[in-house]
């Protein structure tokens, strides 16, 4: 398969144990946040997502969590297994348009 | 893939020679998007179009061109005028009240 990034931030966690991936986001106005998941060679996959009168969002086994004060998105994994290996990265809606906004994206590998 | 198809999976380009990437969507989306990923990168706005018959430049439009004559498709043409082509090209699609972003399978475009 095609290597989605070369160079993207690693987390390494043991199988069964938890993954907290973090992301800055630029803009204090912006609304609408999504966290993705990118297996290699495969287009974005859509995981969660959260509006920002919300702190906090659990889906199965993800949770995210906005820190507006300091412009700041999390994504919890809980019991982390091997098909969780993926690039996961966070996109912010641009307020008022269509466009969205991309973080760089973190490379999480499970070890057995 | 959320009903987004993307063809062919692997393009290759001959110098000076324009190629068309191909993107439909099924999901009655009103915005349909090109972004290009690079490895170490975040995802690049190429273009993107909210209706039918209109469409705008994103953050690295030159060297491309697209149409949107059908709500359902969105072909992406890579002009001999890009010279550096060789990336993994994304379409992506939102509706107009559900601002949930997907994404299809992607087209890997290498040059000879």
Redesign the interface.
């Known amino acids: 398969g095609e290597s989605v990034g070369l160079h993207l931030p690693t987390l390494s966690v043991q199988e069964g144990d938890n993954s907290i991936i973090n992301c800055a986001y630029s803009n204090s106005a912006s609304d609408y946040f999504i966290w993705y998941k990118q297996e290699s060679g495969k287009g974005p996959q859509f995981i969660i997502d959260i509006r920002s009168n919300m702190d906090k969002r659990q889906g199965q086994r993800v949770t995210v969590l906005l820190n507006k004060t300091v412009k700041h998105l999390s994504l919890q994994i809980a019991a982390t297994q091997p098909g969780d290996s993926a690039v996961y990265f966070c996109a912010e809606k641009d307020p008022g348009t269509y466009k969205y906004i991309f973080g760089t994206g973190t490379r999480l590998k499970v070890l057995a | 893939?959320?009903g987004?198809t993307?063809s062919p999976k692997y393009l290759f380009r001959k110098e000076g020679q324009n190629v068309t990437l191909s993107c439909e969507q099924n999901l009655n989306h009103d915005?349909m998007?090109w972004?290009r990923?690079d490895?170490?990168?975040?995802?690049r706005?190429i273009y993107?179009s909210?209706i039918v018959n209109d469409f705008q430049k994103?953050d690295i439009a030159e060297g491309y061109s697209v149409s949107r004559e059908k709500k359902e498709s969105f072909p992406l043409t890579v002009t001999s005028a890009q010279k550096n082509p060789t990336a993994?090209y994304?379409c992506a699609s939102?509706g107009s009240r559900q601002?949930?972003?997907?994404?299809?399978?992607?087209t890997?475009l290498l040059v000879l």
Do not use: K
């Open positions: 893939d959320g987004i993307q915005a998007y972004y990923q490895p170490g990168q975040g995802l706005l993107y909210q994103g993994f994304l939102s601002e949930t972003q997907y994404f299809g399978p992607g890997r």
